[in-house]
């Protein structure tokens, strides 16, 4: 069982930056694959940013170039970095990561708001 506690979200203007961190019960080096979620109002949950255990990133075009997602193997984190905050960046945003075990199994985090004001 992994737990996973997203923090770091909060009220921030358009063209700021904001850091999220998802901080697991396990070592982040236990997980195949990590990712950044997010689901606005009215809309469907989204896939923001990836990234397997070797590094391998994914992103959507909508973020390419303004958020980066990494994680800290010391302190058993997975961030998202989020530069240029632009108000349609608002959302809830959810932590994911993959494990292999008996066979693959995905764990969520709560989520924590982000809003970008104009």
């Known amino acids: 069982q992994v737990q996973l506690l997203e923090s770091g979200g909060g009220l921030v203007q358009a063209g700021d930056s904001l850091r999220l961190s998802c901080r697991a019960s396990?070592?982040?080096?236990?997980?195949?694959?990590m990712a950044w979620y997010r689901q606005a109002p009215g809309e469907q949950r989204e896939l923001v940013a990836g990234?397997?255990?070797?590094?391998?990133?994914y992103y959507a075009d909508s973020v390419k170039g303004r958020f980066t997602i990494f994680k800290d193997n010391a302190k058993n984190t997975v961030d998202l970095q989020m530069n240029s905050l632009r108000p349609e960046d608002t959302a809830v945003y959810y932590c994911?990561?993959?494990?292999?075990?008996?066979?693959?199994?995905?764990?969520w985090g709560q989520g924590t708001q982000v809003t970008v004001s104009s």
């Open positions: 994911k990561v993959t494990r292999q075990e008996l066979r693959s199994t995905d764990y």
């Open positions: 396990v070592s982040v080096l236990s997980f195949d694959y």
């Open positions: 990234s397997t255990a070797y590094g391998v990133t």
